[in-house]
């Protein structure tokens, strides 16, 4: 069974970071809807070509048209084993969207990492990212506004995941090696220790 994992939290919780390393362990893709709305416009797919004027205008991609390049990137050889979806879903009806797809490819998720991060530490996290890298979107004020939009929007799917029973929270405000150790176990407890 193909192992499809969810990282949930908010922005700045650590998500890229831990996808990224169990991408790497597992040896399966990390999907992120961002990048691969960038690499379909890049590359002049039918999707892309659809995308990049919504992109340009700096307007939101609609959901069908995210879930059309999940699907067609879950098709490829490499997703065969399983994915990891970093920063999908991020409202009740993507994670909607997200169940119907992998219903219709046979598969279910696995999991659900919510990585569990207070406010402070995420906006000293972002503040210091922003100004190591020099990126002017990243201010106090601008993370605070994040995380309501966070708390409004993507928060909800908390209970819905509770629900299915594949919620698992991960404490992420520890060091990334704690906290990636916690992620690689949960994900073995939700897939029975079926993983190598």
Same mark, same amino acid.
């Given at each position: ?16 970071? @831990? /996808?990224?390393? =169990?991408?790497?362990? #597992?040896?399966?893709?990390?999907? +992120?809807?961002?990048?691969? &709305?960038?690499?379909? *416009? ?51 009806? @993507? /994670?909607?969207? =997200?169940?119907?797809? #992998?219903?219709?490819?046979?598969? +279910?998720?696995?999991?659900? &990492?919510?990585?569990? *991060? ?79």
């Amino acid at each position: 069974m193909p192992v499809d994992v969810v990282f949930f939290g908010p922005p700045g919780s650590g998500k890229g970071t @831990q /996808a990224t390393r =169990l991408a790497s362990t #597992l040896g399966i893709p990390q999907i +992120s809807t961002g990048d691969l &709305l960038r690499e379909n *416009v890049a590359r002049g797919t039918e999707l892309g070509k659809i995308a990049k004027p919504v992109m340009e205008s700096g307007a939101l991609v609609s959901d069908d048209l995210v879930i059309r390049m999940l699907k067609e990137r879950l098709e490829q050889p490499d997703a065969a084993a399983g994915a990891l979806f970093d920063g999908f879903p991020r409202t009740v009806p @993507q /994670a909607e969207a =997200l169940e119907h797809l #992998l219903q219709e490819e046979g598969r +279910s998720l696995t999991a659900v &990492l919510f990585i569990d *991060v207070p406010d402070a530490p995420i906006v000293e996290r972002l503040v210091k990212r922003a100004a190591r890298e020099g990126r002017a979107d990243d201010t106090p004020e601008t993370v605070a506004a994040r995380l309501r939009i966070y708390r409004e929007k993507t928060a909800p799917l908390a209970n819905l995941y509770r629900d299915r029973g594949v919620f698992r929270r991960i404490d992420g405000n520890r060091p990334v090696e704690a906290v990636a150790t916690d992620v690689l176990a949960a994900v073995k407890n939700a897939s029975g220790g079926k993983l190598g």
